[in-house]
């Protein structure tokens, strides 16, 4: 992997981890460190070393909704904790990814993914789409419903800590989905580490743009 230009702490990239906090209480801290540690064990073939997780938050960390920021290579570089706004997304626009786009590590050079926002044109968001098949925005995953069942694409860049506990208690199952797929659906969600299906942002289906 080449060398991250963002990282000021040595060689190699860096990464991001996004943790919700309510009221300075962490929630979900364990698949996020778990997350971090599979990471760094891939990437820099060692441990980092993580304190638990209610000394994560430094004593400044504002009262209600806040996101929690950690900045990290082989050891926590940085940590911030900001009051968390949910952007207002109302429009989508489809935009292809490059031939070997990858987004499986969350990388904090974001660089790609900003590339391919920059092409919403008049949308407020992109819902990128690789090799044909549907994978997420440039900040989250993405839930269709068709009246019935919530549904994920199998084929998401960056398997979230959220999606994955929405798959294992049941609420959403995953499949495939195409651009030609979109008409069978009536709504999607967004959701990530700040959002869930109970969180409210969701759009028709009808108000994603295509090229």
């Known amino acids: 992997m080449a060398t991250d230009p963002f990282s000021a702490f040595g060689a190699g990239p860096l990464f991001i981890e996004t ?12 698949p996020h460190l778990r997350r971090m540690r599979e990471t760094v064990r891939e ?14 938050l430094p004593a400044e960390c504002p009262p209600g909704l806040v996101k929690c920021r950690l900045l990290y290579d082989r050891a926590i570089r940085k940590i911030e904790c900001l009051p ?5 997304i109302a429009s989508l626009r489809l935009v292809a990814a490059p031939e070997g786009f990858d987004y499986r590590l969350k990388r904090a050079d974001r660089r790609e993914l900003e ?8 949308c407020d968001e992109v819902l990128i789409v690789r090799d044909g098949a549907i994978t997420d925005t440039s900040y989250s ?3 269709f419903f068709d009246g019935r069942r919530y549904v994920t694409p199998d084929t998401c860049l960056l398997a979230g800590v959220r999606r994955h506990e929405l798959l294992r208690s049941g609420r959403i199952v995953e499949e495939r989905i195409t651009p ?10 967004l959701i990530n580490a700040m959002l869930g299906l109970d969180d409210g942002l969701s759009l028709p ?7």
């Open 205 to 211: 289906v009808g108000a994603i743009c295509r090229g």
């Open 180 to 189: 030609r797929d979109l008409e069978r659906f009536e709504r999607v969600w």
């Open 141 to 143: 995953n993405v839930v």
């Open 43 to 56: 990437v820099f073939g060692t441990k980092i070393k993580l304190p638990e997780a209610e000394e994560l």
């Open 19 to 30: 943790i919700r906090v309510d009221d300075r209480c962490i929630l979900r801290p364990e």
């Open 84 to 88: 968390y706004e949910p952007r207002r």
């Open 115 to 122: 590339a391919l926002r920059s092409q919403r044109d008049d």
